[in-house]
């Protein structure tokens, strides 16, 4: 089962050096690409006493692993000044998806982003949103994928979604894995049409 | 032969030429990336401790550890050792990491291999850990390769 987490649980988290075994910073902020669904990096303070913003960001590329109690790191060297990712050195400059609409594929309103929610471990991806429904009853996760469009205000979810939306975070890493596995490889009961087939000597 | 830190603590350390008792063992300074013991801390704190390095102890016996000493023990280096002399990184009681970012319990204790100083395995509230499976020693937490 994958291991989902809210990425705004990881403020906070200690970034620790996998080579020393120290706490080398701690995380200030996630900066994620919502039209992309993608995690670009983290803005980090200062551990202990002295605590303050870095002036080093870390980019998602150069962690070893997000998980529940750290983000792991190789070595202090992954933390870095200069970075191409325009997003890291100004925040403000990210889409931010906080705040939109979700409409399932026929046109329901599902509530609004509170969160993403993403997968731990060594490449941690963007799965869901944590949606605060339209009632105002308890959050509710929805898958997301690279088929979801996305406007200034709006998150239109692609039709088959909403089988996976979820009302525990938990049961959400496990519908995640199903919605991927559907995704990517769509319903097996649809009649198999043959498709055509290039005779290996073509090649 | 197997030793543990727990196990060792508190044996008496006897100087090789003189038969003297030197000092006891009261902890291990191990090396950043936990492979093994650099020196061995037998008295003082901080800036007074006395560490013996490991290259200097010709047995670490079952009832005593023998060390061969040109000179008096020295006081502690810089860095690392400092750190761990002054008890900012104690193998015993420090969270375990896995690389993944999930916590495993803290350790409890360290074996070692008596003639090498090799780090053998940790184990921690959690279970036993493969020597092979050590990562690091900071001030943070012992960090181990995820299962």
Not at chain 1, 12 to 27: F, K, M, N, Q, W
């Amino acid at each position: 089962m994958t291991h989902v987490m809210r990425a705004g649980d990881l403020t906070g988290l200690p970034v620790v050096s996998i080579r020393s075994g120290e706490d080398v910073a701690e995380v200030r902020d996630v900066i994620y690409d919502s039209e992309l669904h993608r995690l670009i990096g983290f803005t980090l303070n200062r551990r202990g006493l002295f605590s303050g913003r870095m002036k080093g960001v870390l980019p998602s590329a150069s962690l070893a692993a997000i998980g529940v109690d750290a983000i792991m790191i190789e070595s202090e060297d992954a933390i870095t000044e200069s970075t191409d990712q325009k997003a890291l050195e100004d925040p403000g400059s990210a889409t931010s998806v906080i705040g939109n609409r979700v409409l399932s594929a026929d046109g329901n309103d599902l509530g609004e982003v509170i969160g993403v929610i993403i997968t731990s471990g060594p490449t941690p991806a963007a799965v869901g949103y944590e949606i605060a429904p339209v009632d105002n009853g308890d959050s509710v996760f929805v898958p997301i994928s690279e088929q979801l469009a996305l406007s200034g205000d709006n998150v239109l979810l692609p039709v088959g979604a909403t089988d996976f939306i979820r009302h525990d975070l938990a049961g959400f890493g496990a519908a995640v894995t199903d919605y991927r596995t559907s995704t990517l490889h769509p319903t097996t009961s649809r009649p198999t049409t043959p498709r055509s087939t290039t005779p290996p000597g073509d090649l | 032969m197997a030793e543990t830190f727990n196990h060792a603590e508190g044996r008496s350390v006897i100087a090789a030429d003189s038969a003297e008792t030197i000092g006891k063992v009261k902890g291990f300074v191990v090396d950043s990336s936990a492979t093994g013991i650099e020196s061995i801390h037998i008295a003082g704190r901080g800036r007074r401790a006395l560490v013996i390095p490991w290259t200097s102890i010709r047995s670490f016996g079952a009832d005593a550890v023998i060390a061969e000493l040109a000179s008096a023990p020295e006081t502690v280096a810089q860095g690392h050792d400092t750190d761990a002399v002054k008890g900012k990184i104690v193998a015993r009681s420090t969270r375990v990491l896995d690389t993944n970012g999930f916590e495993q319990g803290v350790v409890d204790d360290v074996m070692f291999d008596a003639v090498s100083g090799q780090l053998t395995g940790a184990i921690t509230s959690s279970g036993h850990v493969d020597g092979s499976r050590l990562r690091s020693l900071g001030s943070y937490a012992l960090v181990i390769d995820a299962e």
